[in-house]
């Protein structure tokens, strides 16, 4: 661990509340579970600790202090962090909860988007309830588009300012559940979905008519495609973490189709499958994530291509030459030199809103 640089009589109290309140965030319910690095990171340990080092090197706390020593002393204050015995790791204390509500989540728009910032935004809503996060949502060029999603603590809260619908003095906001945000989307997406042309010659079809008639590709058109051509391969090298990948077959559909539908259920690692075969795999970012789609794919029994696919979540052998075969697939690459189509970078998520620079980047 590096040697302190900065005497603790001259760090501000300030300064040590924010790093503390800025890794407890890292860890907290409302980022841990989707947040793909710290689980990649958490699963090279037995223990699940991750390395201070790796904490310090995020962007966000390197404005506030690049001294391992002390920010490895103000996390020993942590109720809700447990520190490693040579004080060069960190992890919760407690488990990640088997349910994390999303009735407590808050979606709006229509803030500035020059001016907005996390803490103006924990400000104005101040007299509601504590936020305990917010994820700003961005364009595929990283740019706020305005939006955000709050996590409270409690789902009255989100009640009451949907009902009051509080006023910014430059902007006229709009407020909804994150529930019913989520409902919607699902239902603009599957709308994508069932009008989708299969055919080459229905999809030349489609583009002609669209330079035809430029009213069809309007933002608000775009916007309702939102994250329907998200890619979903990753970049980082791939470590096994189980409990993330659900297998599927009697499946009729395309891979890039699939992506937009399995993103529905949660943030999306990887799908592997092949349009000529009935069976395939989606990989989730983590267990939790795959755990609720699983859950929700095996209840809810949607319909692709006039079938319903069967679901099962890979464990034992079978996960594991599932992992193997991710692995080897990506150090073949690495050592060819090849790319990826990939996401272009991870995009922000509020107080973590990650833009790594560097090697690991920051958070």
């Known amino acids: 661990m590096a040697e302190t640089t900065t005497p603790p009589n001259e760090v501000d109290t300030a300064t040590i509340n924010k790093i503390l309140k800025q890794v407890e965030y890292y860890f907290s319910d409302s980022n841990y579970p989707r947040d793909k690095f710290l689980n990649v990171e958490a699963a ?3 223990d699940q600790y991750i390395g201070i080092d790796v904490i310090a090197s995020f962007k966000r706390m390197k404005e506030l202090s690049e001294d391992l020593q002390l920010i490895s002393d103000t996390l020993k204050k942590s109720d809700k962090l447990v520190v490693s015995e040579d004080g060069k790791m960190v992890k919760r204390v407690y488990p990640i909860p088997e349910s994390i509500g999303s009735e407590k989540s808050l979606y709006s728009k229509g803030w500035p988007l020059d001016t907005t910032t996390i803490e103006k935004v924990e400000e ?60 919607e989307k699902k239902a ?10 299969p ?3 229905k999809k030349r079809k489609t583009m002609e008519e669209g330079k035809e008639n430029p009213d069809n590709n309007t933002d608000e058109s ?3 495609k939102v994250d329907e051509k998200t890619t979903t391969e990753e970049k980082e090298t791939i470590v096994m973490v189980p409990g993330c990948i659900i297998a599927f077959d009697n499946m009729t559909s395309q891979r890039g189709e699939l992506s937009t539908f399995f993103t529905q259920y949660g943030e999306v ?24 789609a699983l859950a929700k794919l095996q209840e809810e029994k949607k319909e692709i291509g006039g079938k319903v696919p069967n679901y ?45 620079g560097g090697k690991k980047g920051g958070k």
């Open 44 to 46: 090279k340990h037995p």
């Open 124 to 183: 104005f809503f101040k007299p509601y309830g504590k936020v305990l996060s917010v994820r700003f949502r961005k364009n595929r060029d990283k740019t706020f588009k305005g939006s955000m999603v709050c996590d409270f603590e409690s789902e009255e809260i989100v009640n009451k300012i949907v009902e009051e619908a509080p006023k910014l003095a430059d902007a006229e906001l709009q407020y909804m559940t994150f529930n019913k945000f989520s409902d």
């Open 188 to 197: 603009e997406q599957e709308k994508y979905l069932s009008t989708k042309k």
């Open 199 to 201: 055919s080459k010659d």
């Open 222 to 224: 775009k916007e309702a």
């Open 269 to 292: 690692a990887f799908v592997g499958y092949n349009s000529a075969e009935t069976v395939g795999t989606v990989r989730y970012t983590n267990p939790e994530n795959a755990k609720n």
């Open 312 to 356: 099962r979540l890979l464990d034992g052998e079978d996960e594991k030459k599932e992992w193997d075969v991710l692995i080897e697939k990506e150090k073949n690459r690495q050592q060819s030199g090849g790319k990826r189509g990939g996401r272009g970078g991870r995009g922000g998520r509020g107080r973590g809103g990650r833009g790594r």
